[in-house]
């Protein structure tokens, strides 16, 4: 006879624009919190209240699963850690994150400025997304001490029952799915959400050196992965729990190979830069926003790229991309 764990869902403010992020906790043993939300005091009151409500204190935690590095999910993991007393664990490419935050952070955004050189995107934009990147730091974590390490086809005990993990590259690099396959169960974090599609952002590669990341390819290869599970039920990092998860990842597919198509057919024949292209999709997006508008578009040209549409030519330091004459004639 399978055990059903027993999950609270407690959605946490944040001053982002996604709006309250799900914390999650596991009952049984060990108790487990799946994620923490941001630093900053009102992520704090509104997570020791949703314990209070559900029986338990900080002190109660026994260890913490950190699904990926983003802000909205990690700030506040040194406070919790330390007044918890709780073992963090996470994804290998999640610890330096954790443990050397000032410096991994200083390498993503050194690689961001690569890729905006790259992209042609002008300075004043380059600087609103820099203040951008700020703001979000402002909530971010204190160095944190990982205890274990959680990767592919690991199993961790949490909430009475045995979860697998699943490395799910694609919103994020580090990102990892809980699947507990008696009750068809899954911990998605932001793989997978109802109300909208994961963005996969521009990230550098783990290893210096290695090319870039192509992460709406992993996403999309993650999303299929997950489907092919037979999930009863997904909790989300945003919203709602999705309970019909094939038909999700369906219309998710769906959308991203219509949107390359839609960036496709902006070419007309002529070579452009991320910039323009970005500008074309989203010139309506805020300057400070401009990260997640060129995230969206880089993918999808990796995806027209891949598919053997696109070409590209460096200029002066700047790429740009151009439809392969062929693909053109037959769209």
């Known amino acids: 006879m399978s055990i059903t764990p027993i999950i609270h869902q407690f959605p946490i403010p944040t001053p982002f624009m996604v709006g309250p992020v799900n914390v999650y906790l596991l009952e049984g043993d060990p108790l487990t919190l799946i994620d923490v939300g941001p630093n900053s005091p009102e992520a704090y009151d509104a997570l020791v209240g949703a314990l209070a409500q559900a029986g338990y204190t900080l002190r109660d935690i026994q260890q913490i699963i950190i699904t990926h590095h983003h802000t909205d999910h990690l700030g506040q993991i040194g406070r919790i850690a330390e007044e918890s007393g709780a073992k963090v664990l996470a994804h290998p490419l999640t610890r330096a994150f954790l443990e050397n935050p000032a410096t991994t952070h200083e390498r993503y955004k050194l690689f961001s400025q690569v890729i905006f050189h790259e992209a042609a995107v002008p ?54 799915c809980l699947c507990h396959a008696a009750s068809q169960t899954l911990i998605a974090s932001d793989h997978i959400i109802l109300k909208i599609s994961s963005n996969p952002l521009i990230e550098p590669a783990a290893v210096e050196g290695q090319s870039r990341p192509r992460r709406l390819l992993e996403y999309i290869a993650q999303l299929q992965r997950m489907a092919a599970l037979d999930i009863r039920i997904a909790y989300s990092g945003h919203g709602v729990p999705v309970e019909d998860v094939q038909g999700l990842v369906e219309k998710r597919v769906a959308f991203h190979h219509q949107r390359a198509a839609q960036i496709f057919d902006f070419f007309e024949g002529h070579a452009y830069h991320l910039w323009d292209l970005t500008e074309k999709m989203f010139a309506h997006v805020p300057s400070g926003e401009k990260y997640l508008a060129l995230s969206e578009v880089l993918g999808h040209i990796d995806l027209l790229e891949r598919d053997g549409k696109l070409i590209r030519d460096y200029r002066d330091g700047i790429v740009y991309w151009q439809p392969r004459t062929e693909a053109y004639q037959h769209r």
Do not use: C
């Not at 204190?142 to 990767?151: A, E, G, I, K, Y």
């Open 123 to 176: 300075d004043e934009v380059v600087r609103h997304i820099n203040r951008s990147y700020e703001f979000l730091q402002r909530y971010g974590n204190q160095p944190t001490s990982v205890f274990h390490v959680l990767d592919e086809g690991d199993m961790v005990e949490a909430g009475n029952v045995e979860w697998q993990v699943y490395h799910t590259p694609g919103h994020a690099g580090d990102l990892i």
